[in-house]
Antibody, heavy 119, light 107 residues
C-alpha cells in the first residue's frame, strides 16, 4: 500500500537549482527510505541517491556528490531532492521511489516530476 | 560501478509470441536483480524481484532467471498490454544501476 505524490514540473535556467518534493501517504513514512531516480527524455533510469527517513542518513551517487542534497520532513511525510548548478543534461523526469529495504528493488514509485533546464 | 548491458534494445513481436530479454552485468550480481515495465508517461512498475519472484498481481506469463552475471526476463505469451519498455536493475551493490531498456513493439 501507499502512495507518493510529487511536486509539479519545473523550468529552470542553467546554473539554477531545483527542489522536488515527494509526499508519502498510506504507510509509515519512517519505516522506509526514499530513493531518487531520474530519466532523461527517451533514456534509461539513473539512480541518484537514497535517504533514510529514520535517521536522515544519505547515500549519493558519485556523479551527483556535491550537487545533490536529499532531506526529509517527518512532520509532513515529505522527502525532498535539491539539485544545484543545473545544466541542460539535467533535463529529466525525476522520480522518488520507496524500496523494499535499503539498497533494494522499488515497490512504490511517485508519478515523476519533469525538470526542464533551458536558457 | 556495476555496468549492465541489456539486449535487445528493441524487440518486434506479435501477440502470443515468447520473448526473452537479457541483462549482462560487469560483475557478479547473483540473484539481486529486479525487472520493471514502463509505459509512456508513467513510472516504472515492478515485475520481478530477486531474479525470479513475482509480486502479487503480476501475471504468471512473466518469469525470470539469473546466474552469476546474467539475468533473463521471459514473457511466455505476449498479451496486447505487454507492449512497453522493460528495464532490469541490479541491487547487489551501490550504486544501484539499471539496464538501458528494451522496447517491445508490435510486429
Amino acid at each position: 500500500q501507499g502512495q507518493l505524490l510529487q511536486s509539479g514540473g519545473e523550468v529552470k535556467k542553467p546554473g539554477a537549482s531545483v527542489k522536488v518534493s515527494c509526499e508519502a501517504s498510506g504507510y509509515s513514512f519512517s519505516d522506509y527510505g526514499i530513493d531518487w531516480v531520474r530519466q532523461a527524455p527517451g533514456q534509461g533510469l539513473e539512480w541518484m541517491g537514497w535517504i533514510s527517513i529514520y535517521n536522515g542518513n544519505t547515500k549519493y551517487a558519485q556523479k551527483f556528490q556535491g550537487r545533490v542534497t536529499m532531506t526529509a520532513d517527518t512532520s509532513t511525510s515529505t522527502a525532498y531532492m535539491e539539485l544545484t548548478s543545473l545544466t541542460s543534461d539535467d533535463t529529466a523526469v525525476y522520480y522518488c521511489a520507496r524500496a523494499y529495504g535499503s539498497g533494494s528493488y522499488y515497490t512504490l514509485w511517485g508519478p515523476g516530476t519533469l525538470v526542464t533546464v533551458s536558457s | 560501478d556495476i555496468l549492465i548491458t541489456q539486449s535487445p534494445s528493441t524487440l518486434s513481436a506479435s501477440v502470443g509470441d515468447r520473448v526473452n530479454i537479457t541483462c549482462r552485468a560487469s560483475q557478479n550480481i547473483d540473484a539481486w536483480v529486479a525487472w520493471y515495465q514502463q509505459k509512456p508517461g508513467r513510472a516504472p512498475n515492478l515485475l520481478i524481484y530477486q531474479a525470479s519472484n513475482l509480486p502479487d498481481g503480476v501475471p504468471s506469463r512473466f518469469g525470470g532467471s539469473a546466474s552469476g552475471t546474467e539475468a533473463t526476463l521471459t514473457i511466455s505469451s505476449l498479451h496486447p498490454d505487454d507492449f512497453a519498455t522493460y528495464f532490469c536493475q541490479q541491487y547487489n551493490s551501490y550504486p544501484l544501476t539499471f539496464g538501458g531498456g528494451t522496447k517491445v513493439e508490435i510486429k
